[in-house]
T-cell receptor, first 114, second 109 residues
Framework: EADIYQTPRYLVIGTGKKITLECSQT?????MYWYQQDPGMELHLIHY???????EKGDLSSESTVSRIRTEHFPLTLESARPSHTSQYLC?????????????FGEGSRLTVL | KQEVTQIPAALSVPEGENLVLNCSFT??????LQWFRQDPGKGLTSLLL?????REQTSGRLNASLDKSSGRSTLYIAASQPGDSATYLC????????FGQGTTLQVKP
């Protein structure tokens, strides 16, 4: 069973609010990822990190930002939420090393911006 | 550019049937391929991971195969149960994980 946690699970907020989605893992993984998924649609990588103080943008452009100050923690922030940000945000982590390890996902954070 | 395609998009079968889900990818230069299950509104649960050097992996009633040269993977589910109803996603790792759009499976009692 994967030890990766996301909070909040559900969030409904008004336009213009600042929000932070939390993601923590207790597996000591160096690699962490944020994916965005609209209902019934595929996952799109929006941010990833290969270690502390390392963050990169993914394939899908996103107005969100991320930080990686600690290995276990990879929060995602929206400075000013808009209805177009309504989506499910999924955090994942994997081991480092040559190639790629198994990816583990959190339960997701479903964001609704009114 | 790596593209991942899953066929069929949706599948409905009666309980007890054996079934096969298909995943194809355009670039054979992959590190591994991973199959996931996603229940509605939830995150993804890892089912099987096949490294590029492997041909198949098994876990319980699930068996996944990988043919890198043809760019194909299959997920075989034996003796399907209503609890298997979910969306099944395959993803190839090329440095980043590229997902297919998934196959939504419904197993009817």
């Amino acid at each position: 069973e994967a030890d990766i946690y996301q909070t909040p699970r559900y969030l409904v907020i008004g336009t213009g609010k600042k929000i932070t989605l939390e993601c923590s893992q207790t597996m000591g993984h160096d690699k962490m990822y944020w994916y965005q998924q609209d209902p019934g649609m595929e996952l799109h990588l929006i941010h990833y990190s290969y270690g502390v103080n390392s963050t990169e943008k993914g394939d899908l452009s996103s107005e969100s930002t991320v930080s990686r100050i600690r290995t276990e923690h990879f929060p995602l922030t929206l400075e000013s939420a808009r209805p177009s940000h309504t989506s499910q945000y999924l955090c994942a982590s994997s081991e480092s090393g040559r190639g790629a390890g198994e990816l583990f996902f959190g339960e997701g954070s479903r964001l609704t911006v009114l | 550019k790596q593209e991942v395609t899953q066929i069929p998009a949706a599948l409905s079968v009666p309980e007890g049937e054996n079934l096969v889900l298909n995943c194809s990818f355009t670039d054979s230069a992959i590190y591994n391929l991973q199959w996931f299950r996603q229940d509605p509104g939830k995150g993804l649960t890892s089912l099987l991971l096949i490294q590029s050097s492997q041909r198949e992996q098994t876990s319980g009633r699930l068996n996944a195969s990988l043919d890198k040269s043809s760019g194909r993977s299959t997920l075989y589910i034996a003796a399907s149960q209503p609890g298997d109803s979910a969306t099944y996603l395959c993803a190839v790792h090329t440095g980043k994980l590229i997902f297919g759009q998934g196959t939504t499976l419904q197993v009817k009692p």
